[in-house]
């Protein structure tokens, strides 16, 4: 049941651009994408409803493929403060129960 | 606002002994969230409450965890017995209603010897 990202990680140079994918085999209702730096908690970055449009958090961006159960986070011109890891967080129709990704490491190289 | 408050930070206790992880979350939010998170197992919720009642359980790995919210800012997530394997960093997180984003604790790091 937990979503799958892909890749599990990614090194870029500075303003290099990346995609991180996630998959459920679940249909969705919404997704949340959040960012993890070592050792401290995860930070919200954005949100994605059935129905609803691409969202923005600064250069980062995300869309939301309702039929294929797939959301995508788009880095654009990647600053060395993007590394982390990114998860996103399904939620399967209805049921406020938010499940994990399995995570992609991002390292931003100067 | 201060965010979402956790206590312990960190936690080292033996075998057998009683943990008890404490939340305070940010005022005025209504849904409350308990994560477990390892490097074997990623991020996994626990338990969810909504308006201090418990919605969804089914993460709560066995009997040996309870978790209590007896009102809207404290709730406790406790293990009793513990194990070594119950290692882990255990974040608590509080949102608006249960889609908006959701706000994590720094978190406590538990070590079971």
């Known amino acids: 049941q937990q979503p799958v990202q892909s890749p599990q990680a990614v090194i870029l140079r500075e303003g290099e651009d990346a995609v991180i994918n996630c998959s459920s085999s679940k249909a969705l209702y919404s997704v949340h994408w959040y960012r993890q730096k070592h050792g401290e908690a995860p930070v919200f970055l954005m949100i994605l409803l059935k129905g609803g449009e691409q969202m923005r958090h600064e250069k980062i961006s995300a869309s939301f493929n309702e039929k294929k159960q797939q959301s995508s986070l788009y880095l654009t011109a990647s600053q060395l403060s993007y590394s982390g890891t990114y998860f996103c967080g399904t939620e399967p129709s209805g049921t406020y129960k938010y499940i994990f990704g399995t995570g992609t490491r991002l390292k931003v190289l100067a | 606002d201060a965010g979402v408050i956790q206590s312990p930070r960190h936690e080292v206790t033996e075998m057998g002994q009683e943990v008890t992880l404490r939340c305070k979350p940010i005022?005025?939010?209504?849904?409350l969230f308990w994560y477990r998170q390892t490097m074997m197992r990623g991020l996994e919720l626990l338990i969810y409450f909504n308006n201090n009642v418990p919605i969804d359980d089914s993460g709560m790995p066995e009997d040996r965890f309870s978790a209590k919210m007896p009102n809207a800012s404290f709730s406790t997530l406790k293990i009793q017995p513990s194990e070594p394997r119950d290692s882990a960093v255990y974040f608590c997180?509080?949102?608006?209603?249960?889609?908006?984003?959701?706000?994590f604790g720094p978190g406590t790091r538990l070590t079971v010897l």
């Open positions: 997180a509080s949102s608006f209603t249960g889609y908006n984003e959701q706000f």
């Open positions: 005022s005025g939010h209504n849904s």
